[in-house]
């Protein structure tokens, strides 16, 4: 299969050293084998993410999106925009498709834009990692590379909101997507199907800001994936990501449970199916270890 | 009170429904709602909100300036998309809840002290400053916010969790000397002035 080429938006959390840097390192090894080439998008910025509307406003917040879709289409013509991190996708798909429907909004766009001499033309798609793996791969395409299986793995998939919500993956519904779960299969892995806080939000910002209320929604999350029989969770969004697996001590700590479920991601899962190692899992990179997936890659 | 919030008191005197249509985002779709009740029952964090999506709608028809634009609930919303993508007239409620929290804030009628009201604003500058989010800076700014007793009480508390995001090389100390940010920095703050400019210049606020 000839290299498919996309100009890559990895957002603030997936940079070295942030918070989702193994979401980065473990992205690169699964497009390595999958033979995608990923540019990143020169000098792309942050996106505002959602929480971004309370002092940012709608109008710079769009430009800001646009800069990055503009610097995409002047270095990077005719890829796709492809971006691993749910809230990025989701404000740069969002800011895509207000732009596209409306030409007054693309004016002031372009207008904010021209101040640093850039222009929007309106070409370039933007699409989650995801859709890529399924709608350009397919899950056969997703076997081909496989060097392992992950037989025997009980995984929860946890999907949570903004992969799934307002946009989602073609095909999919909003209460029950089922893609994860089938990725997870693909690799030979138990996908838990009936884990039923798959689309639960887990509070998002506010575990910063507001934390008792969003570790209610977390507790839920993770007693769901225990009750199961989880061996681990496997997400596809960075916040998810963090706010799940971060604030399990603290759950503890003030609720006397005894959490300590690892939450991987696809990317991960998928690193280790292809036969990369640990390291190229990035599995370094947890907090609650992932003992059953690193003995897996060891072998 | 703000000069902006005078100002649009007096052009729009008691249709707050035509004010929210002309200077909230997707404000125009307010009146679509059927009060039917579904966002209210889908919000994850409905239980602790004072005024749920439908609500507001409804006190937007019935023209309660001062209790929409002074409530706390929309800065509860945590963008999970669930009411949005069940609402049978599709109303895009989270954006109306997005736009309704700018304007309050904007007009300086949001409550003060408001934790996520605080901590988006916090995003914001963070981000707009540098082009990328400095997570570090973001996280002690957080924990200083009501002064360096409260702060170091409260970095305390999770200290853990730090020490062991630095440990999985998912913290970067260095940070706090600048870290992450785009090159054209210049560029990039001359397009959000820019289009800052003109959305104030539309909505009313310019000062
Ligand atoms: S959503 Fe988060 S990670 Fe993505 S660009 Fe925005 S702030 Fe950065
Ligand atoms: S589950 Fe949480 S982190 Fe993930 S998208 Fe929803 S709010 Fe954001
Ligand atoms: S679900 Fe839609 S129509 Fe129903 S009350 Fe909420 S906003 Fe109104
Ligand atoms: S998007 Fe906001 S208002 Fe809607 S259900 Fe989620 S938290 Fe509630």
Redesign the pocket.
């Known amino acids: 299969m000839a290299k498919k080429e996309y100009a890559f938006y990895p957002g603030c959390s997936s940079q070295l050293k942030a918070s989702a840097s193994n979401y980065l390192v473990s992205t690169n090894s699964m497009c390595n084998k999958l033979d995608i080439k990923l540019t990143e998008i020169p000098d792309w910025n942050c996106c505002g993410a959602s929480i971004g509307y309370c002092e940012g406003g709608e109008l710079p917040r769009i430009a800001i999106n646009a800069r990055n879709f503009a610097q995409a289409e002047t270095h990077l013509p005719g890829q796709d925009i492809v971006a691993t991190c749910a809230a990025c996708w989701l404000s740069a798909r969002e800011s895509k498709e207000r732009l596209d429907a409306s030409a007054q909004l693309m004016k002031e766009t372009n207008e904010a834009l021209a101040a640093a001499g850039l222009n929007y033309k309106g070409t370039a798609e933007v699409r989650h990692m995801v859709e890529v793996l399924i709608e350009d791969f397919g899950y056969e395409g997703l076997k081909a590379p496989m060097k392992k299986s992950l037989e025997g793995l009980k995984i929860a998939g946890y999907v949570g909101c903004q992969t799934n919500r307002p946009f989602g993956i073609a095909g999919e519904s909003f209460e029950n997507p089922m893609y994860l779960d089938k990725m997870v299969e693909t690799l030979g892995g138990e996908a838990l199907t009936k884990y039923e806080q798959k689309v639960t939000?887990c509070g998002g910002a506010l575990a910063f800001s507001e934390p008792e209320k969003s570790q209610k929604q977390i507790r839920d999350i993770v007693e769901s994936a225990y009750d199961h029989g989880a061996e681990m969770i496997v997400t596809p969004c960075p916040l998810c990501q963090a706010n799940v697996e971060v604030y399990q001590s603290e759950i503890n700590k003030k609720q006397g449970t005894k959490f300590n479920m690892p939450v991987v991601y696809y990317s991960q899962l998928m690193t280790v199916a292809y036969g990369g190692s640990a390291k190229d899992a990035a599995l370094d990179g947890q907090l609650i270890r992932a003992e059953k997936l690193e003995k897996i890659a060891g072998k | 009170m703000t000069t902006a919030n005078q100002a649009a008191i007096e052009r729009y005197r008691n249709n707050f429904l035509k004010e929210v249509e002309a200077n909230v985002e997707e404000g125009h779709m307010v009146k679509m709602c059927m009060q039917c009740g579904v966002?209210a029952g889908?919000?994850?964090?409905?239980p602790h909100w004072t005024h749920s999506?439908q609500k507001i709608f409804m006190m937007i028809r019935a023209g309660k300036r001062d209790e929409v634009l002074g409530s706390d609930s929309m800065f509860?919303?945590?963008?999970?998309?669930?009411?949005?993508v069940r609402c049978p007239r599709q109303l895009p409620?989270?954006h109306i809840?997005h736009g309704l929290a700018n304007y309050a804030h904007r007009l300086g009628l949001a409550p003060k002290g408001q934790p996520t009201r605080d901590f988006a604003t916090l995003f914001w500058n963070n981000l707009s400053k540098k082009g990328r989010v400095n997570e570090l800076m973001l996280t002690l700014q957080h924990y200083f916010r009501n002064g360096l007793v409260a702060g170091i009480k409260e970095a305390m508390a999770m200290q853990g969790i730090g020490l062991g995001m630095f440990k999985a090389k998912r913290i970067n100390p260095m940070e706090i000397f600048g870290g992450h940010g785009v090159k054209d920095l210049k560029g990039f703050h001359a397009i959000i002035a820019k289009a800052k400019e003109i959305e104030d210049r539309k909505k009313g606020f310019t000062a």
Do not use: A, K
């Open positions: 939000c | 966002c889908s919000c994850p964090l409905g999506p509860m919303c945590t963008s999970c998309y669930n009411c949005m409620i989270t809840m």
